[in-house]
């Protein structure tokens, strides 16, 4: 740190966001310019941001693009993106357009419900309290329902109940499982407050104490499901579509291989997830905890040859986002995102997002099965190494085109180029 003072800030929390700013600069080495730049940046939304994190600030821009060419069952769609990672957007619209003649990504999903856990330590017959709770489950489920009438009014509530009996390291526990319909919200808040409200019941009936109430990622009664066929000759002949599949069992077989696939698919995701405010991270959790659910981690999508000697993608993963609630209700930004798409509901939503995912995978199989998948990614790294040098303007597509003809996208060269240029 720079500055005379560490970073110890005591009331920091109390200040305003340019107090804060003001503060982190005498200790740091952000100078007058980044701090210029950090108040011009953030001063849309800063009041906001204020209210939906803590120690702000700023804010800090993601690019946002729309994919183009997509088809949803039936029915066009433009999705916003919010990402930094360089032709994320691009093969989406890349890959979209090669299945439109199919009739595009068909989506279903099993409804949104969320589970809530429980757990329970110390109880003396734990076999005997897993009936017990079973038993109760009309009392449970009015205790949970009593919660949030109006989720309830919306058609929503509790739906059902399971009771597990886990061996541990540190002992056998009960672990009570609340599984409730969050309709169009992404639900923490709703099964957090039932969990907490049974805890106390829960401890009068069986015995133990309680611990953890709180909801799991690993949302899988809330799995989106999506499909799509691309013509063999359209993608460019069997050896790619070959190609393809065997990078897919690739990625089924060796868990070094599916970390990076699901990634690829995770890269459309999280880029829609972000883009209309919900939460990359317990997304990104539940997706790679059910890609382990058989005890080894595999690819979360699948592709096949059909019996007309085409190309089938498949991709199945817990879904749980909102259109209500949190900052998808109240960001503008993640308003007008859900507006450019059209949505007004969590299902289709999920379906968006996992068309998205779908395509983004199919984009990446199919440069790993042909020219590679750094060619692209050079080209606009190529790009991004111009603006780092201080090209502006159409100096920025001058110095990636002589980098890209040269075979040499490094830093140093771009520097070389610029000077030329200028």
Not at 70 to 93: F, H, K, Q, R
Not at 158 to 185: K, N, Q, S, W, Y
Not at 208 to 233: H, M, Y
Request: proline share 3%.
């Amino acid at each position: 740190m720079a500055g005379d003072e560490g970073s110890r800030i005591p009331g920091f929390h109390a200040l305003s966001p340019a107090e804060r700013l003001d503060a982190v600069g005498r200790r740091s080495n952000l100078g007058n310019e980044g701090k210029a730049h950090l108040l011009e940046a953030g001063a849309p939304l800063t009041e906001l941001a204020d209210h939906l994190a803590e120690n702000v600030i700023g804010t800090m821009s993601i690019p946002l693009g729309v994919a183009t060419n997509l088809i949803v069952d039936g029915e066009e769609v433009l999705v916003p993106m919010a990402t930094e990672e360089s032709s994320v957007v691009a093969a989406v619209c890349n890959a979209a357009k090669q299945c439109r003649e199919t009739g595009g990504i068909f989506a279903s999903w099993t409804g949104p419900r969320m589970i809530a856990q429980i757990q329970l330590l110390g109880v003396a017959d734990p076999h005997h309290a897993r009936v017990n709770l079973l038993e109760r489950r009309d009392e449970i489920a009015a205790l949970c329902d009593s919660c949030d009438p109006m989720l309830v009014k919306l058609g929503g509530g509790f739906r059902d109940l399971e009771v597990r009996l886990l061996e541990t390291r540190v002992g056998p526990m009960v672990v009570l499982h609340l599984i409730v319909d969050t309709r169009d919200a992404m639900g923490a808040n709703a099964v957090n407050t039932m969990a907490e409200k049974l805890a106390p019941h829960l401890e009068s009936w069986v015995g133990g104490t309680v611990k953890l109430r709180i909801l799991s990622n690993l949302a899988d009664q809330r799995l989106v499901r999506a499909r799509a066929v691309w013509k063999t000759e359209t993608i460019g002949g069997p050896e790619v579509r070959d190609g393809m599949i065997a990078a897919s069992a690739f990625a089924e077989a060796d868990p070094y291989r599916a970390a990076t696939h699901n990634k690829g698919i995770m890269n459309g995701i999280s880029a829609v997830v972000l883009a209309t405010g919900n939460d990359t991270r317990a997304i990104e959790a539940g997706a790679h905890a059910y890609a382990s659910r058989s005890g080894r981690y595999t690819a979360l999508s699948r592709w096949e040859e059909t019996a007309d000697g085409d190309l089938a993608g498949t991709l199945e993963l817990p879904m749980a986002v909102g259109v209500v609630g949190g900052a998808t209700k109240v960001h503008p930004t993640a308003q007008a995102n859900l507006k450019i798409m059209g949505i007004a509901g969590a299902e289709r939503l999920a379906k968006v997002i996992a068309a998205v995912g779908l395509t983004q995978n199919f984009a990446a199989l199919k440069a790993l099965a042909t020219t590679g998948i750094q060619a692209g990614h050079m080209r606009l790294h190529a790009r991004n190494l111009a603006i780092t040098v201080g090209a502006e303007g159409e100096e920025i597509d001058r110095v990636a085109a002589a980098l890209i003809d040269r075979g040499e996208i490094r830093q140093d060269v771009a520097e070389a180029v610029l000077a030329e240029i200028r």
